[in-house]
């Protein structure tokens, strides 16, 4: 029997997660979850909340995320706005694993055109966003996407 769309799509994130996770291993020890925390925290993801909600963990698990990179010096937390939160912020030192996991996502960028002419691939990519977009329209009882709940948003 043939796989969903579903399926496919997720098997494809597993599958890119992993070669992810093989050219990053001779490069650093950090896990990819952890990368993924500073690279999203670098593009404006402010609080945990917003970062639980865009790696797709439960808020305990973004909190554990959040202090191991605090007690690694790679986030510092700053006082919010609203003096209940917590506002996220890359130290120099996370601003170099960053590096790494942006290395390494261009060269898989580049392996990805052995396999769809840049056409194809720039197609998937609308694609996948008006996907992205129309399931973030339709959250089934989750919060939207960069909406801001809590703490004032990202």
Do not use: W
């Amino acid at each position: 029997m043939r796989m969903t769309f579903a399926e496919q799509l997720a098997s494809l994130r597993r599958t890119v997660r992993r070669h992810l996770s093989e050219r990053l291993g001779g490069r650093t020890s950090r896990p990819i979850t952890q990368l993924l925390a500073l690279k999203a925290i670098s593009e404006g993801v402010r609080n945990q909340g917003s970062l639980a909600e865009r790696l797709m963990v439960d808020a305990p698990a973004a909190s554990r995320l959040v202090e191991r990179l605090a007690e690694d010096g790679l986030v510092r937390r700053m006082a919010g706005e609203d003096r209940r939160c917590v506002r996220l912020e890359l130290t120099p030192e996370g601003e170099v694993e960053l590096g790494l996991l942006r290395e390494t996502l261009r060269e898989l960028d580049g392996e990805l055109l052995q396999y769809l002419p840049e056409a194809e691939l720039a197609e998937l990519q609308r694609l996948m966003a008006k996907l992205q977009r129309g399931l973030a329209a339709h959250p089934q009882g989750t919060v939207e996407p960069g909406s801001s709940e809590g703490c004032g948003g990202d």
